[in-house]
């Protein structure tokens, strides 16, 4: 049995994504065969994965990522079990990369066995094949309403004899008391494998974090393993919709004279918002990530982005004035862009007995097609030629289009056909992670402002979006090495959690391990 980790976070966004990715290349580096694993992850941020083996389907965007830093095909493997949130009560589980139903949290009790079982099966065959896992826990450990039964977070910690630590963002201020009470509310057998903390997106100087550090260690028995800086270079493949600000990245000076503005509707069921995120990586074009009307009316480029619930989110654009202001910025003849749903959100109608359930809604009428709902999910990785320029990039979605008229396809596909949709100033189009592919990126962006009026808009000509993500996660194995102390966890890793770990009350009941 290889080695192991499990980096659990006192809340979402702490930042056990980055972390855990961090870990996965100081390991590559050192040439240990490593691989990512998060048992279930809740998110709307996903990739469509092929690995070596063939196994397609669909997993957490950060678990791609992680799988980038490993140096390893994505698999579905990685993230055995995917929650789409397709409303605040209901989601669709994913599971080994293929939809399986949908659940409310009562109905999710009836799948948590067959979960579980699975979820422990697939970590087994990882740890057979690969040197060390480090598994990513899922929002807090010490969610004690959901304890038992567990098999995310200290539930496969149990299951697996993982060592485990938790990580604190500082940033938010109370990360003492979070880290503490994290440890003080699970059971002592669920103490007995929490090893130590770190600290995470610290501003200023160590040395004053010292002195509650050392309280840290007398209080719990347990070291902090380090301490890791804020870094503003940091920001590609948010996982948590809390990642996501009002600017997007780090807004560099334009080339030409003039910027290029986007706005990007922030959808209640906003899925895979990283689709901007390349738009965000050229110098002169501020991405702004918003709900607010006045924003879209001072914007060059709207771009409305997928949803895990189309025509539910097409029903918020009209409560709150949105679906107006992006009518009127198409009127206004500037570049509209819509991903995915939000494409969908662009037709004349749409007839929908999958997601919502609400039959035949009227769309928002920009583009002269109609759009329907399939019950099983399209999952492809498709290339093709856009605006002169090559293009690839992966589908998610159980719309397509049912009926076009008078629509010039934005993409010629590799097998002839035509997708997505361009007429004039609109354009619509299925496929995520387009503007990955860099020659694209430019030649939409310089139409996008020409289309605004933007002359003074200069693309650059050697912005290289997949060097940049490399760089991303050479900058977290960066800092796993020099701020956090790898020996230990290496022993940790290796050896397993230290024994006689001090219990620190009150603790709760034991729910045993899953």
Known sequence: MSGGLLVAGTTSDAGKSLVTAGLCRWLVRRGVRVAPFKAQNMSNNSAVVVDDAGRGGEIGRAQAMQAAACRVAPSVRFNPVLLKPGSDRSSQVVLLGRAVGQVDAMTYREFRGKLRQTVFDTLAELRAEYDVVICEGAGSPTEINLRAGDFVNMGLARAAGLPTIVVGDIDRGGVFAALYGTLALLSAEDQALLAGFV????????????????????????????????????????????????????????????????????????????????????????????????????????????????????????????????????????????????????????????????????????????????????????????????????????GYVSRSADVTPLIRTADGTGEGAHSGNIFGTHWHGAFEADDFRRAFLAEAARLAGRHGFRGAPDTDFAGLRERGLDLLGDLVEEHLDTGALWRLIEAGPPAGLRFVPPGTGDSGPA
């Not at 997007?248 to 906003?270: D, K, M």
Request: net charge negative.
């Open 199 to 398: 600290v995470n997106k610290f501003r200023g100087d160590p040395a004053l974090l010292q002195p509650g550090l050392d309280d840290l260690r007398r209080l719990t028995g347990r070291p902090v393993y380090g301490v890791l800086p804020w870094s503003n270079d940091l920001w590609l493949d948010g996982e948590d919709s809390l990642a996501y600000g009002r600017t997007l990245g780090r807004p560099s000076q334009p080339l030409g004279t003039e910027w290029l503005t986007v706005a990007v509707v922030r959808l209640p069921r906003i899925s895979n918002a990283t689709d901007a995120e390349a738009l965000a990586a050229e110098p002169g074009v501020r991405v702004r990530i918003t709900t607010e009307p006045a924003d879209l009316a001072d914007a060059d480029l709207v771009i409305l982005p997928g949803s895990k619930s189309t025509v539910e989110d097409l029903a918020w654009l009209r409560e709150t004035g949105l679906a107006e202001a992006v009518t009127a910025h198409a009127k206004a003849g500037k570049p509209l862009l819509g991903i995915c749903g939000g494409y969908q959100m662009l037709a004349e109608r749409i007839h929908d007995e999958v997601e919502s359930r609400r039959g035949t809604v009227a769309g928002l009428g920009l583009l002269p097609i109609e759009v329907a709902f399939a019950p099983e999910k399209t999952l492809r990785r498709p290339e093709g030629a856009a605006l002169g320029a090559g293009v690839r990039g992966y589908e998610i979605h159980h």
